[in-house]
């Protein structure tokens, strides 16, 4: 079995536990040990692009000095924490961020271990694992399945840091889906914004853009969307509420964090994704491809 750091974040230890839990699960499933690193703190949650603005780097990047630490690689789940991270990262070792790097690593007193790569579980499942391996532990397959993935703004943008592929068109979720046996749906706002943090002080703006998501997805035939970001999915789920209260005629969609999906289809319980934590009732859809027992 293959340890990794693991860097969970904030929202992975309060909003989005079943997230985690079930990253952790699957993954032990496949012969992969998260191991959360120690002393971890808060990344920032957004990554300030204003390049004298220190003070927004100390987070990520003590983050950063910590987990090189212990190896080469940081695992992360939440997009948010993903692209900080990622983003924090290469400007500690880009070049052209030298005395800044200097002044930031003198600033925190920590030492960065260069060589340090950050890593979303999905890169880890394609690039270490192999799909053909999670495609032979699969013990129920998502038999056909349409799965909406969606990626929000931040797993892959901006594309040359992020590596995730095109910065609009981005695939990596939609493969795992189709290695579990599900098939994937493809959609124009795929990678476009649910509303985000306008939750909090423009709420119907963010349920305007969510519902356009999540129509757009069941337009060209998903029964149900998968993502990776705690604020998408709060957004893409939570908010069907306020769909339904103002429209009658609006049907709602499932939504799961692919975790979830990856853990059914390699055989964990029901009760151990805690499937009854979604606002919308994952259940009857996945009752009807036999996911559950």
């Known amino acids: 079995m293959r340890s ?96 800044t790097s200097r002044r930031l690593l003198e600033y925190i007193d920590e030492e960065y271990r260069p060589g340090l790569k950050v890593v979303h579980l999905l890169e880890v499942l394609r690039d270490d694992v192999g799909w053909d391996r999670v495609k032979e532990r699969v013990r129920k397959a998502l038999r056909g399945m349409r799965v909406a993935s969606y990626y929000g703004c931040l797993m892959s943008r901006p594309a040359p840091v992020m590596e995730m592929g095109h910065a609009t068109a981005p695939t990596l979720l939609d493969d795992l889906a189709r290695v579990l046996g599900g098939e994937p749906v493809d959609f124009d706002f795929k990678t476009k914004c649910c509303g985000g943090y306008l939750v909090v002080s423009q709420r119907d703006t963010a349920v305007s853009c969510s519902r356009r998501i999540i129509e757009n997805a069941r337009l060209m035939g998903a029964e149900i969307m998968t993502t990776s970001c705690p604020l998408c999915h709060y957004n893409i789920d939570a908010l069907q509420k306020d769909m339904a209260a103002k429209d009658k005629s609006f049907k709602p969609m499932p939504i799961l964090y692919f975790t979830k999906l990856l853990g059914l289809a390699l055989g964990l319980k029901e009760e151990q994704l805690a499937l009854d934590y979604a606002h919308v009732d994952p259940r009857p859809i996945l009752e009807k491809y036999g996911l559950l027992d």
């Open 4 to 99: 990794y750091a693991y860097y969970p974040g904030c929202t992975l230890y309060t909003k989005a536990r079943e997230l985690d839990r079930g990253a952790r699960l699957a993954a032990e499933k496949l012969d992969v040990r998260l191991v959360e690193m120690k002393s971890w703190t808060c990344c920032g949650a957004i990554f300030n692009t204003n390049t004298d603005d220190l003070a927004a780097l100390v987070g990520p990047v003590r983050n950063l000095c910590r987990a090189s630490q212990v190896g080469d690689r940081l695992v992360t789940l939440c997009s948010a924490c993903h692209n900080v991270l990622k983003r924090a990262n290469r400007a500690l070792t880009g070049p052209e961020q030298q005395e």
